[in-house]
């Protein structure tokens, strides 16, 4: 059993899969049309980060209800955790990218992380692995 995908509300199809696919990095697994349930024309777009098995469905809002929940999709809390093995690789890269960070990286027990704001203003963790200790000095 897993998890297979997790579904966000953006603004825009194009918008979001620039965001994930080039300052996140994720892969494009499918961008197909399809239809809603009353016959509107939309799309299936799946990300997910390489070598993922769970990804991400974009779903472009529809109507009042979906867009006040692009952003806030998790009441303002962090709800999705971005785990990568090189912290400081993809922090430069995403800062390249102008991903706005809320605050600076900082050291915790369980790992490197900083908190960001993806593309629909929905918060994220940054995680990378815990920081490597110096060894202590010897006399």
Known sequence: MHLGLVTLCVDDYDTAIEFFVHALAFDLIEDSPAFADNGTPKRWVVVRPPGATTGLLLAE????????????QTAGRVGFFLHVDDFDAAHTRMTNHAVRFVEEPRHEPYGTVA?????????????????????????
Do not use: H
């Not at 809002?61 to 806030?72: R, T």
């Not at 960001?116 to 110096?134: E, K, M, Q, S």
């Open 61 to 72: 809002a529809v109507g009042e209800d979906q867009a006040a929940a692009v952003g806030n």
């Open 115 to 139: 908190v960001f704001i993806d593309i629909a203003g929905n918060r994220w963790d940054l995680l990378g692995p815990p920081a490597i200790a110096a060894p202590p000095a010897t006399s």
